[in-house]
């Protein structure tokens, strides 16, 4: 009974895998082993750049995010100074205390947006172009206001560093058919 004993512990020593006899078999054994941590190391190289791509897509998908929520915020913004500028167009002399804050207010969100890169562009007897111009009423062409020219804007286009933020709304001076 001790005999079993010894022999069962000796195979716990050595594993329940069979020893292998010969030199050959020794070779080939370790030739089998290399191949396994080759393929081991590759696996692991995929797995590292497979996370280093997962880490570069969701930093940009983060900064997308970023950027669509803040683009988001200026477009409010900017309907704010666009409310603030038709104020001072419809003011008064009556209400020079009024209009003084109203134009104090507007000069601190203009600095705001200049601040954040945001700056507003003028389109008034420019050349119509699309990437920068809404047009929402066409006109008869001048001497002082050729066809395809902007005549006057209706709402204030705005720039976020070189992309439009929002497009200028205009009149364009265009031959009616």
């Known amino acids: 009974m001790a005999e079993r004993e010894t022999d069962a512990l000796d195979d716990r020593e050595r594993g329940s895998a069979r020893v292998?006899?010969?030199?050959?078999?020794?070779?080939?054994?370790?030739?089998?082993?290399?191949?396994?941590?080759?393929?081991?190391?590759r696996q692991f190289l995929h797995a590292?750049?497979?996370l280093e791509n997962y880490k570069k897509q969701a930093a940009r998908a983060r900064d997308d995010a970023v950027q669509r929520?803040?683009?988001?915020?200026?477009?409010?913004?900017?309907?704010?100074?666009?409310?603030?500028?038709?104020?001072?167009?419809?003011?008064?002399?009556?209400?020079v205390p009024i209009v003084e804050g109203i134009q104090?207010?507007?000069r601190q969100v203009l600095e705001v947006l200049a601040n954040m890169g945001v700056r507003p562009f003028e389109s008034a007897?420019?050349?119509f172009d699309a990437r920068y111009h809404e047009?929402?009423?066409?006109?008869?062409?001048?001497?002082?206001h050729p066809a395809g020219h902007v005549v006057a804007e209706i709402q204030r286009?705005?720039?976020?560093?070189?992309?439009v933020l929002r497009p200028a709304r205009v009149r364009v001076a265009q031959e009616q058919e």
């Open 69 to 95: 929520a803040r683009r988001a915020l200026l477009h409010v913004v900017i309907t704010v100074v666009d409310n603030i500028e038709r104020a001072l167009a419809y003011s008064t002399e009556d209400a």
């Open 104 to 106: 104090m207010t507007h």
């Open 125 to 127: 007897g420019k050349p």
């Open 135 to 144: 047009a929402v009423e066409v006109v008869p062409p001048t001497d002082d």
């Open 157 to 163: 286009g705005y720039m976020l560093g070189d992309e």
């Open 20 to 41: 292998p006899a010969t030199v050959e078999e020794l070779e080939a054994e370790i030739a089998r082993l290399k191949a396994e941590g080759e393929q081991n190391w």
């Open 48 to 50: 590292a750049a497979d």
